[in-house]
Antibody
Framework: EVQLVESGGGLVKPGGSLRLSCAAS????????MNWVRQAPGKGLEWVSS????????YYADSVKGRFTISRDNAKNSLYLQMNSLRAEDTAVYYC????????????????WGQGTLVTVSS | DIQMTQSPSSVSASVGDRVTITCRAS??????LAWYQQKPGKAPKLLIY???SLQSGVPSRFSGSGSGTDFTLTISSLQPEDFATYYC???????????FGGGTKVEIK
């Protein structure tokens, strides 16, 4: 059974940093591109970032470019999101999601999602 | 960036009704469109990908159609477990810049 479990969320002050993790199991993690998608309270979904299976292709939404860094450790079956210079508008539930595509340079659709971890940016 | 516009934003329907949700892209995206279902407090669930392909395990009452800029999600006979919010998502652009529609809440009439 595919499982994605996020952790690392919490309360942080504006300008602060946080590192999210996503532990994957039940599939060959090193064969799939992975993504972070967020959802502000009561709002819709927003794609944040994507990383290909071997980390060769990395993409970011304009809203986080230069502040967030996605990475992965295939030996540990783990995905990460380093978030710096956090703003109030980054407050959201952050989901990790597996990509459906087998093409490493593409981002397509997301077939498995974790349960999410809440990040709150507030003074 | 490609914008995705969903309509309606909410719909009230009864069990057994046929429900149709539309999604319009600001530019052509071929068939690079997916539909997700999200229930309160839960992660989204992939229903349809490539505009009309049913994800494994999803009931056949869900169907998708369209290409280019106009897409439709149809629930042929609404069931109690289908009351949720539905999102479309495009993944056509390169370099990738994924965008979701604003969501459609399907409520009990």
């Amino acid at each position: 059974e595919v499982q994605l479990v996020e952790s690392g969320g919490g309360l942080v002050k504006p300008g602060g940093s946080l590192r999210l993790s996503c532990a994957a199991s039940g599939f060959t993690f090193s064969s799939y591109s992975m993504n972070w998608v967020r959802q502000a309270p009561g709002k819709g979904l927003e794609w944040v970032s994507s990383i290909s299976s071997s980390s060769s292709y990395i993409y970011y939404a304009d809203s986080v470019k230069g502040r967030f860094t996605i990475s992965r450790d295939n030996a540990k079956n783990s995905l990460y999101l380093q978030m710096n210079s956090l703003r109030a508008e980054d407050t959201a539930v952050y989901y990790c999601a597996r990509d459906l595509t087998s093409q490493p340079w593409l981002v397509s659709n997301f077939d498995y999602w974790g349960q999410g971890t809440l990040v709150t940016v507030s003074s | 960036d490609i914008q995705m516009t969903q309509s309606p934003s909410s719909v009230s329907a009864s069990v057994g009704d046929r429900v149709t949700i539309t999604c319009r892209a600001s530019q052509g995206i071929s068939s690079w469109l997916a539909w997700y279902q999200q229930k309160p407090g839960k992660a989204p669930k992939l229903l349809i990908y490539a505009a009309s392909s049913l994800q494994s395990g999803v009931p056949s009452r869900f169907s998708g159609s369209g290409s280019g800029t106009d897409f439709t999600l149809t629930i042929s006979s609404l069931q109690p477990e289908d009351f949720a919010t539905y999102y479309c998502q495009q993944a056509n652009s390169f370099p990738p810049s994924v965008t979701f529609g604003g969501g459609t809440k399907v409520e009990i009439k």
